[in-house]
């Protein structure tokens, strides 16, 4: 049986440069950006492994464009999983470049070792 949904809660944490995503209170993924000469970069994103599935990430990409539609300039996107909520929510597509050639890797080494 699969776990009933949790309520995901999304904040922008701008000390770290970090989208946050909580359940229950405790922080389970981000997605780091980066802001140079008034640009906005989404550079990656992480969920933790046992919170994958469950549409942490999709909060986080939805979250962070609609922030990025709010300050009315571009964001660069070096974040695959952005990329593709992008590509599948082209209500977005205006308020980001997206070149894929220049795409950061999302898995981290932690995924690595655990054979993902």
Same mark, same amino acid.
């Given at each position: 049986?699969?776990?009933?949904?949790?309520?995901?809660?999304? @904040?922008?944490?701008?000390? =770290?440069?970090?989208?946050? %995503? !909580?359940? /229950?209170? &405790?922080?389970?993924?981000?997605? #780091?950006?980066?802001?140079?000469?008034?640009?906005?970069?989404?550079?990656?994103?992480?969920?933790?492994?046992?919170?994958?599935? @469950?549409?942490?990430?999709? =909060?986080?990409?939805?979250? %962070? !464009?609609? /922030?990025? &539609?709010?300050?009315?300039?571009? #964001?660069?996107?070096?974040?695959?999983?952005?990329?593709?909520?992008?590509?599948?929510?082209?209500?977005?597509?205006?308020?980001?470049?997206?070149?894929?050639?220049?795409?950061?890797?999302?898995?981290?080494?932690?995924?690595?070792?655990?054979?993902?």
């Amino acid at each position: 049986m699969e776990p009933s949904p949790a309520t995901v809660e999304v @904040r922008k944490d701008e000390t =770290a440069r970090l989208y946050e %995503a !909580l359940i /229950d209170g &405790q922080v389970v993924g981000n997605l #780091a950006y980066e802001t140079t000469g008034g640009r906005i970069s989404l550079t990656h994103s992480y969920v933790d492994e046992d919170q994958r599935h @469950r549409g942490v990430a999709s =909060a986080l990409a939805r979250f %962070a !464009l609609e /922030d990025v &539609q709010k300050s009315q300039t571009k #964001a660069g996107v070096y974040c695959g999983f952005v990329a593709d909520y992008v590509e599948d929510h082209p209500e977005f597509e205006d308020a980001v470049d997206v070149n894929r050639s220049s795409l950061i890797a999302t898995r981290t080494s932690r995924d690595s070792i655990k054979g993902h």
